[in-house]
Nanobody, 119 residues
């Protein structure tokens, strides 16, 4: 019932930038946290960045200083700067949502958006 939709992926040269966006829709009372994960071919899905409802953010070490996560209401953004080939992968949005009525809780995933960084 709650849906997450990502956008903003694409092909970019090393050193370039992309901005990803993910919008949650549906019977939402409160979003506890939102985050971005990525999965490269043959590798496990890893957490990239998260942001909580109070604005606190966390990043995996490999993207610190290059990526910025932010949130506006039901949309989370990931500004990716100084991109490297190792950033290549499918990026997924995830959210921990308290629904309406508030007894309902959702932990959903978006469909993913491809990010490819050429050397």
């Amino acid at each position: 019932q709650v849906q997450l939709v990502e956008s903003g992926g694409g092909l970019v040269q090393a050193g370039g930038s992309l901005r990803l966006a993910c919008t949650a829709s549906g019977p939402i009372y409160h979003i506890m946290s939102m985050g971005w994960y990525r999965q490269a071919p043959g590798r496990q899905r890893e957490l990239v960045a998260t942001i909580t409802s109070d604005g606190s953010s966390n990043y995996v070490d490999s993207v610190k200083g290059r990526f910025i996560i932010s949130r506006s209401h039901h949309t989370v953004y990931l500004q990716m700067n100084s991109l490297k080939p190792e950033d290549t992968g499918v990026y997924y949005c995830n959210s921990d949502i308290v629904g309406i009525p508030t007894t309902r809780r959702y932990n959903d995933w978006g469909q993913g958006t491809q990010v490819t960084v050429s050397s």
